[in-house]
T-cell receptor, first 110, second 113 residues
């Protein structure tokens, strides 16, 4: 079955710097890759996603890139702000079911 | 937030007792999911449903059963709760077909003593 690895497990950046989180997956049939943000005590919230027919997608300060050949995809956050501090999860999906990575705790230091 | 509610939001129960968690949606979405979230493991799929009375197992289904008698409700039952089932449980919904996005409920924190 699918296996998703995520790195780093923790990441600290200065406010205004960029943050990059990388995920790798094992199943070449996976074709949908969402990213979720989870604040402490809250539900995971979908922040951006990408499908396999697209190499990059941007939404204001966040972007996701996908390399299907290497089976990895990354989340990029620019101009980080304190409210970006949270746990971020990547996932890979074939059609119905997601397999999630273990999460990255991002801390944005003022 | 999508129209998803979970009940109860918090529960403490004793080992060996049965527990049922409820997920309710108002979106009329076809797919519903139950996940558990534990530190270091992310979100792991327990069971999912692709329609009324249609369910299937996920990655960590042992010790859990589900039922879906109506489109809007998806129940997760722990027949005999164990301490290893102490976790936060999230329900999620998806319209399915060509729409892959999943949206999560607020979660239920379950403690088995």
């Amino acid at each position: 079955g699918e296996n998703v690895e995520q790195h780093p497990s923790t990441l600290s950046v200065q406010e205004g710097d960029s943050a990059v989180i990388k995920c790798t997956y094992s199943d070449s049939a996976s074709n949908y890759f969402p990213w979720y943000k989870q604040e402490l005590g809250k539900r995971p919230q979908l922040i951006i996603d990408i499908r396999s027919n697209v190499g990059e997608k941007k939404d204001q300060r966040i972007a996701v890139t996908l390399n299907k050949t290497a089976k990895h995809f990354s989340l990029h956050i620019t101009e980080t702000q304190p409210e970006d501090s949270a746990v971020y999860f990547c996932a890979a999906s074939g059609e119905i079911n997601f397999v999630f990575g273990p999460g990255t705790r991002l801390s944005v230091l003022p | 937030d999508a129209g998803i509610t979970q009940s109860p939001r918090h529960k403490v129960t004793e080992t060996g007792t049965p527990v049922t968690l409820r997920c309710h949606q108002t979106e009329n979405h076809r797919y519903m999911y139950w996940y558990r979230q534990d530190p270091g493991h992310g979100l792991r799929l327990i069971h999912y449903s692709y329609g009324v009375k249609d369910t299937d197992k996920g990655e960590v289904s042992d010790g859990y059963s589900v039922s879906r008698s109506k489109t809007e409700d998806f129940l997760l039952t722990l027949e005999s709760a164990t301490s290893s089932q102490t976790s936060v449980y999230f329900c999620a919904i998806s319209a399915g077909d060509t729409t892959y996005e999943q949206y999560f409920g607020p979660g239920t924190r379950l403690t088995v003593t």
